[in-house]
């Protein structure tokens, strides 16, 4: 056993070294030996498998080193090989990287005009291949590969759909077009909607036939998932070929009641539901009440389905859909869905400790997934149920987040199901939905009053504070940070005891220290003798993932201090030498940016008291405003803006010292690229909040022209309320410089407004829509001043103007 072991141990590292750049062994000799180590079926299952890992790789990274230089011969042989292996495989996941290899290989022989150069490929294994690269290709590479090739792939994808002769190249074509067309942007789909209906429309009117004549499913399942596909791309455009579709697809759900079809019964569920998200509501109406009363049926016989039933994921799904599209409506079916739905997330996984001998004995099929714990013990899971549970995790997400006070009569059961899952460490989407879900269900239950709110934060709180301190994954992490702030936000001040703040003040400042710390480690590992640029991209993955747990605690000392306000300076003094590190000069611009925004809270919500700390950030804050990053800008501008408009008399000479810095941003050349335009707008915001709230520390009179030449804003939304709130104080006090001489500004003005409802920069529920639609009625009662002023509007702004009186 250990020579067996030792053995398979010399072949890995045999195959690891055939790969290295360092070896002088030709592509033609790595490409042989690593098919001969697939094809030998006496190999262990671990060696094959590696192997094939190990051609794909080397063909995705160094095809042009490896393949063209072969001999022609060569190059057939290689292709006939690989597809006779296909052929020959049983495995079924063996073939899917083998398939993966011939995959990787058709990608690399598709030329820049997208020819492929596999004429061979055009038995049914390799169009298999062939259609799984094009789908592979749509997911790994998102819209490039669609950008360039989309004209082809659609017209070979349907072409090959139409190969009435052969089911399995129908299906894969169907799989290859739901891939295509998930990451497709809906503007590269439009032009080909009507054919790509067309043809949908006939093949499945012909698979109907067929299931119904010969009882063949497996290329009308597809149909019905590229139908779902298509439609979710295409949104509202879909909506002229839904009549083509719904009746069919309510037949099916109606009519395919045997055990056989659950699963296409399950994906048409899907594709309806998908459909009427993408239309909207007031298309899916005329069959809302029929698809319900389907799915009320379906849900009805639900206690009688199997634990496997395909249909129950499909349905909880539809039913989250349902409830994106009717709103409010969907509350009076919940007393039917939640049953099944909690009784699917509460689904407990099977665990198990297992010794080496035990875990041999059990195969992958029985589907069971092994972590070695050393000590030749491993700790087993069944995976099986999971993805259900985590979907129905996600269901209840949907419920909360959409109906609101709607969902108050479940926020009890759920709270108690959900707050244990966030150390349900065996799935990350289940974790996820569980963090998601707290902000949620405490708005839900808002409604109950404020003793009912505070006993379901209690049940909560210590369990989040305790989950933002663990390690997960960044994503998982990341998600768990964000809904601890947004539950501080809802509860507010008093939400947090001292033993509370005491154990997240440790925790962030942990995070921070890790932040500094993995920081030195990428930077050492960049002077390491392997260092090349794969090394380059996975630490900047690091780099980004760490940048982004750095953005929530941000976001959780933002909900702190604008729920505390200048209560919690003290607390935060365990924390400023970090905060501090962040904004230094030698720091990357990320650390510099997110370092600014925390003292932009300190300054918004903490002042006048803030200023004990200014010594650390006001010098920075002014420097960097004019520095070369436009996030760091942003950053540092937004801070000015608060500095003038909530700081105290301590803050006035730098108001004064940062004028002149803002202007300078503002009247650069490139101000208002798209780079740029964010860090721009917040340096006339902060222009605006001086003159408004500090008018004493400039001219307001000279200053007061050059800010109106510079609006509207309409990029940064919250900051464009603030400028128009100031420019409806200046015109509601008839100030002179801003109307002009005779009112001669107010076409200026006009355009001003009727730009900024073009871009949306204001909602029009804002009470600002309000002030700005009035300034624009008082002028229409004044005959001929409303006149000239409408005249020098181009159509496009006197239509926006038009929209802000109707809707404001």
């Known amino acids: 056993m250990a020579t067996a072991a030792a053995e398979q141990q010399q072949f890995y590292l045999l195959l690891g070294n055939l790969l290295s750049p360092d070896n002088n062994i030709p592509g033609q000799s790595k490409i042989t030996f690593l098919l001969q180590a697939i094809r030998n079926t006496t190999t262990a299952e671990e060696a094959r498998q590696m192997a094939a890992v190990l051609l794909r790789r080397l063909l995705s990274s160094a095809f042009d080193e490896v393949y063209p230089t072969l001999p022609s011969d060569v190059q057939t042989a290689i292709k006939s090989e690989l597809l006779m292996i296909i052929q020959m495989e049983t495995q079924s996941s063996m073939r899917k990287k083998i398939c993966d290899i011939a995959a990787e290989l058709a990608r690399n022989l598709i030329d820049e005009d997208g020819n492929n150069q596999w004429p061979e490929g055009s038995s049914s294994p390799s169009k298999v291949c062939s259609l799984q690269c094009c789908g592979a290709d749509g997911h790994g590479f998102c819209t490039g590969f669609q950008k360039k090739f ?72 597809q149909v019905v998932t590229s139908i ?65 009363q389907l799915l009320l049926k379906t849900q009805t016989d639900f206690n009688d389905m199997e634990d496997d039933d395909p249909q129950i994921s499909y349905m909880i799904s539809a039913w ?17 869905v939640m049953g099944p739905l909690m009784k699917t997330a509460s689904i407990k996984p ?47 997400v949907c419920y909360a987040k959409e109906l609101k006070e709607g969902f108050v009569e479940y926020t009890e059961q759920v709270v108690k199901l959900m707050v244990p899952l966030l150390k349900f460490y065996f799935h990350d989407g289940v974790r996820v939905a569980a963090a998601e879900s707290m902000p949620l269900l405490l708005e839900c239950a808002r409604v109950r009053g404020p003793e009912y709110l505070t006993q379901m934060w209690h049940f909560m709180c210590d369990a989040l504070i305790k989950a933002t301190g663990t390690k997960p994954d960044s994503d998982v992490l ?66 980004d993932n760490d940048v982004y747990i750095l953005t929530k605690a941000s ?22 030498p970090l905060i501090v590190n962040l904004i230094c000069p030698h720091r990357p611009w990320p650390d510099r940016q997110w370092g600014l925004c925390i003292f ?27 520095y070369n990053s436009p996030e760091v800008r942003q950053a540092a501008a937004y801070g000015l803006g608060v500095m003038a408009q909530y700081g105290g008399d301590n803050y006035r000479p730098f108001c004064t010292e940062a004028l002149p810095l803002l202007v300078r941003v ?53 900051e464009a309320v603030q400028t128009f709130n100031y420019l409806c104080d200046l015109i509601e006090s008839n100030h002179p410089i801003v109307l002009g001489p005779n009112n001669s500004n107010l076409p200026k003005i006009f355009s001003i407004i009727a730009e900024g409802e073009m871009h949306e920069a204001i909602k029009h529920e804002d009470p600002c829509a309000k002030r700005l639609a009035n300034v624009v009625r008082q002028v229409q009662t004044s005959g001929g001043l409303w006149t000239e002023c409408i005249a020098q509007l181009s159509p496009e702004q006197q239509a926006a103007t038009q929209e802000l009186l109707n809707s404001a």
């Open 150 to 221: 989309h004209e082809k792939v659609i017209a070979a994808l349907l072409q090959t759909m139409e190969d009435q002769g052969n089911q399995r190249v129908q299906a894969h074509s169907a799989a290859a077009l739901i891939n295509f067309t998930e990451d497709c942007p809906k503007l590269l789909l439009t032009p080909y909607l009507d054919d790509l209906v067309k043809h949908l429309h006939s093949i499945m009117a012909l698979k109907l036939q067929e299931l119904i004549q010969k009882g063949t499913k497996l290329v009308l399942e």
């Open 228 to 292: 779902a596909s298509v439609a979710d791309t295409a949104e509202e455009k879909f909506v002229p070929y839904y009549d083509l579709f719904m009746p069919s697809l309510k037949h099916i759900v109606e009519n395919a009641v045997q055990k056989e079809l659950r699963l296409l019964r399950g994906k048409t569920i899907e594709c309806i539901s998908l459909i009427g998200l993408a239309v909207g509501k007031e298309k899916f109406m005329q069959d809302a009440s029929d698809v319900m």
């Open 320 to 336: 989250a859909r349902m409830c994106k599209i009717l709103g409010k409506e969907f509350q009076q079916y919940l007393p039917v």
């Open 350 to 396: 099977e665990v198990a400790l297992l010794d080496t001998q035990d875990m041999e004995n059990m195969s992958d099929d029985d589907g069971w997934e092994f972590v070695n714990l050393g000590d030749q013990q491993s700790f087993g899971i069944k995976t099986a149920g999971l993805e259900e549970k985590s979907t129905a995790c996600q269901m209840l």
């Open 478 to 543: 990341s998600k768990i940070m964000h809904s601890f702030a947004k539950c501080i936000e809802v509860m507010g001040d008093g939400c947090l005891n001292n033993e509370h703040f005491e154990e997240l003040g440790g925790i962030l400042k942990a995070k921070l220290e890790e932040h500094f710390k993995n920081q030195e480690l990428r930077q050492v590992k960049r002077q390491d003798e392997d260092y090349d640029e794969q090394v380059e991209e996975s630490l900047q993955d690091e780099d």
């Open 555 to 576: 976001d959780i000392l933002h909900s702190i201090f604008s729920s505390y306000k200048e209560k919690v300076l003290l607390w935060f003094e365990q924390l400023l």
């Open 600 to 626: 932009d809270d300190v300054i918004e919500h903490c002042s006048p008291a803030s200023f004990k700390y200014a010594e650390y950030f006001l010098r920075p804050m002014l420097q960097y405003v004019c």
């Open 666 to 718: 503002i009247q650069s050349a490139d101000s208002k690229t798209k780079e740029n335009v964010n860090a721009t707008e917040n340096c006339i915001s902060a222009v605006g909040k001086i003159m408004k709230f500090k008018p004493d520390c400039l001219n307001v009179e000279e200053v007061l022209p050059h800010w109106l030449s510079w609006l509207p804003l309409h990029e940064d939304k919250e």
